[in-house]
């Protein structure tokens, strides 16, 4: 070897070294043959220390199992295969604490397995390629985290913290699809607050708004875990009572209608309301998750109509 290629070689060694890329070769006993400064530096382990070393016994974590099979493939297949962190989040378990990813958590990795061949062209050995892929999954994950609120919030009324319009026309869809098909009791409740316009009037819009966030409260610690209440706009609130038949329903929509009388509200002076509502059972007949709200709507009107601080079933 001549001094150009010893220097060549040198340069080579020192970028292999120096790259921010962890590069390991493994021969064909799953020993260590090659083992970058990346790799001395996550692991703590020396190149001399691994040096003709089992990989999977310095590092009994590792998959074993899945990893065999893609040094496999490169082996007998002379096959290069590819892994990214969404499928697995890491091979290597390295600590990771830079700061953008929040501290102490383990290194997100995506990784390749190359097949290297000798001189007669044959795979004698393979190389493990480690990209350190930690702030791209932190992004990726804070972004995925700011859709989910952002979807979450799109569902959620601001004022009362119910479920909104959107999500109550998506479940009670999903709930009249439910009963066409299995037929089970299931009621639909709109309740209304009386009068609501004087409220405002004499008390003043804030005032409103913390009437219908305590009555929205109310309807809330009222009910099971398996019904859905939610602001319909304005001063009107749906529920769904699922497994409830007509009689229980009406049952409970009075204990609604009483529990909102009786309730005092410190707005700031004391303040009393009622609400009407109106009550549909499921039934075949029924044309469509719409057509079940508009009768649900209609026997409130009747509510409405027939004096207010009332319960009226379609």
Known sequence: MNEHEIEHLHRLTQLLQGIEVGLVVINRDYQVQLWNGFMENHSGLSAKQVRD?????????????????????????????????????????????????????????????????????????????????????????????????????????????????????????QEFQRCRRYQPPSCLLVVDVDHFKQVNDQHGHAVGDQVLNELGNLLARSLRKTDLVARYGGEEFVILLTETRPEQGRILAERLREAVEEMVMKVPQSLNITVSLGLCPYQHSLASAQAWFEEADRALYQAKQNGRNRVEVA
């Open 53 to 173: 070393q089992s990989l999977f016994d310095l590092f009994p974590d590792l998959p074993k199992e899945w990893l065999i099979s893609k040094l496999e493939a490169a082996f007998l297949l002379n096959s290069r295969s590819f892994t990214v962190w969404e499928q697995r989040p890491f091979v290597f378990p390295f600590r990771y604490s830079r700061p953008i990813t929040g501290g102490n958590q383990m290194m997100c990795q995506n990784m390749t397995v190359q097949p290297l061949q000798d001189l007669r062209g044959e795979v004698s050995h393979a190389a493990l390629i480690l990209y350190d892929v930690s702030v791209q999954a932190a992004d990726r994950r804070q972004l995925t985290d700011a859709n989910e609120k952002l979807e979450r919030l799109s569902q959620i009324d601001p004022l009362t913290g119910l479920a909104n319009r959107r999500q109550w026309e998506q479940a009670l869809e």
